[in-house]
């Protein structure tokens, strides 16, 4: 991209949970903002979101060839559907596209980015680079370290999903179930298919035909998309739980050679984006409450598998609407920019 | 034991989770009881239990060497230091004691029983059955019928574990911290080291040198124990989440030989003990608020494993003060007596 002092910055789906941490995420980390445009649904139309002091309106998408004249990044997190529409006249008008959503992600020339792990993807693009799937890029945070000394052979992961995942509305949900359980009132269902307070469900995406679900296929293929590498075998089962935001994973690996449990901790140690919680002593390791709000994924309960000779299981716990979205795609801007 | 037309059965811990429990399940179940005596610790003594329309008293247990006298069965759930000092004497004056503590487990004359999986056991008992963790007999349950038709070679599993596992403070704990969170007020913690309302964390067992805690080791242990094999390579991690009661995990095993995803449901279906919950069509599988107050294990998310030749995913919830704890004690006491 053209190095500038300041960039023309969108934002789509700006008043959802992803999109609003976007926002937040640029100022904080105080992204050279020129113009800031937002768009959301009809819905969002006649609303604002303050920015760097001042409010910014909500202009609603409507699909024309030109809303994006004069943009130079777009951050996306609206749903995929809308992505595939807007896309299109977004790059035509010279912007480059960071999409959240699943649309273009498995697409061999869009280039799948966390920038800790694979950032010489970044620069292969074509208008769109795609943010993985919130799940894929907490394991892999964990994981990629560790696969650069001794190349991962076999993932197995289980995921405990926060309601964040599903976006405002789900938390709330969340809220509102266990204050009408907590006051003996009947549990209204609108989000989610099943009772999230106090309750557990396999994850919410469409189940396939070999009994996976989107989720679960999304962390498997993306994450070998990522690492680069489509002979890594990985299995996951993706879960809700009944928890605010960060998603926390508990991760079986199995490695071509050994890495002690010691070594392992001294590799996460010294890597980017990970904050190592892993006080066996104290019984303190990741916990997602801990994981919310902050930008490092909580890595502990390192362990060498007791059913495998050179695996290792790890506890992650990261935020979902941070690492696991917007903060990964303000990372890709940075990196984009050269910042 | 010598058949009778009744028995005189004591309870230890009655005022526990798992003890009133166990004795909500000796009326459902009409175990033909002549005597319920009922012993907890000085804070119980002075209250009482309802069993069969009329009160009984609850007796502080003094650890005297008489107290068992006349006692065919004791079904025992007090800490696992107590029932060390108990036992002893219950045997002596004739009394099997089925124990769901730890403290006998892995004594190598105690017989450990899921009376589903290794009834055999029982009659070995010379005067002590353990009854085993409630981790480990949920996860059996699903695993042991597929086990028979192709051995498990190695399993891995992450449990989603309820409050109810560390007693009924627990679950008051969970209650009360989740509405002191809502209300915006600071959270007391009593029993967990960490914060269970709208949040998660590693068990609260004692973490090992190896970095595996106490939880974890009962359930790779005491499996391998049941299934009479120490061949198979078992690894676990093990997570507290903000359900009240039922156990909830996510299970991969590799077998000897493939068990299709086809074959395995119609195996557990006719699985005594389990229901099957999997229906991929409408997203609905195990959940804990099904599984509590309930008999049987639910399985489901049956999937084969695409991370290994011949792997099963599954997804499993069970009532862990029901068939983790209590009902399966009973069990135990109605194969004990042949009923």
Redesign the interface.
């Known amino acids: 991209m053209k190095k500038k002092d300041k960039y023309n910055v969108a934002v789509v789906g700006a008043k959802g949970a992803v999109g609003s941490e976007m926002i937040k995420i640029l100022e904080e980390r105080k992204f050279p903002v020129a113009e800031l445009r937002l768009f959301g649904s009809a819905r969002s139309k006649g609303t604002s979101v303050r920015f760097q002091g001042r409010d910014v309106a909500v202009r609603e998408l409507k699909f024309e060839p030109d809303e994006f004249q004069g943009i130079d990044i777009v951050l996306s997190s609206p749903g995929a559907s809308v992505s595939t529409k807007f896309v299109p006249h977004a790059i035509k008008t010279g912007a480059v596209v960071i999409d959240n959503t699943s649309a273009f992600r498995m697409h061999p020339k869009v280039p799948l980015v966390v920038p800790e792990i694979n950032p010489e993807d970044i620069k292969k693009h074509k208008g769109i680079i795609a943010n993985p799937n919130c799940s894929a890029i907490i394991m892999l945070m964990a994981i990629a370290p560790l696969h650069k000394k001794s190349p991962a052979k ?3 992961c ?1 995921t ?1 999903q926060s309601a964040s995942g599903a976006g405002a509305k789900a938390m709330k949900e ?2 509102v179930q ?2 009408d359980f ?1 006051d003996g009132k009947s549990i209204k269902k609108e989000v989610f ?3 999230i307070a ?5 994850h ?1 995406s ?2 396939e035909e ?4 989107g989720e679960e296929l999304k962390m ?1 293929q993306e994450s070998q998309k990522i690492l680069h590498d489509d002979s890594i ?3 996951t ?1 993706c ?1 809700r ?4 935001r960060a998603h ?1 994973e ?1 991760i ?1 690996i199995e490695f071509e050679r050994k890495i002690t ?1 010691e070594k392992a901790r001294s590799i996460l140690a010294k890597a980017p984006g990970i904050k190592l919680v892993d006080d ?2 104290n ?3 990741p ?3 801990e994981a919310s709000g902050g930008n490092d994924v909580l890595v ?9 000779k050179n ?1 290792l ?1 790890l ?1 992650v716990a990261g935020d979902q609407l941070r690492k696991g979205a917007a903060l990964n795609a303000v990372q890709i801007a940075e990196a984009l920019v050269g910042s």
Request: with cysteine; glycine share 6%; proline share 5%.
């Open positions: 076999r993932i197995l289980s405990y969340l809220e266990t204050r907590l298919p099943h009772q106090f309750n557990l469900f396999s919410n469409a189940v070999n009994g996976y679900n498997i075998r990985i299995v089962t879960v739980v009944p928890v605010f926390s508990t079986y449990a066996q002593k019984n303190y390791f916990m997602p409450i502990g309960r390192i362990r060498e598998d007791l059913s495998c695996g299981a506890f």
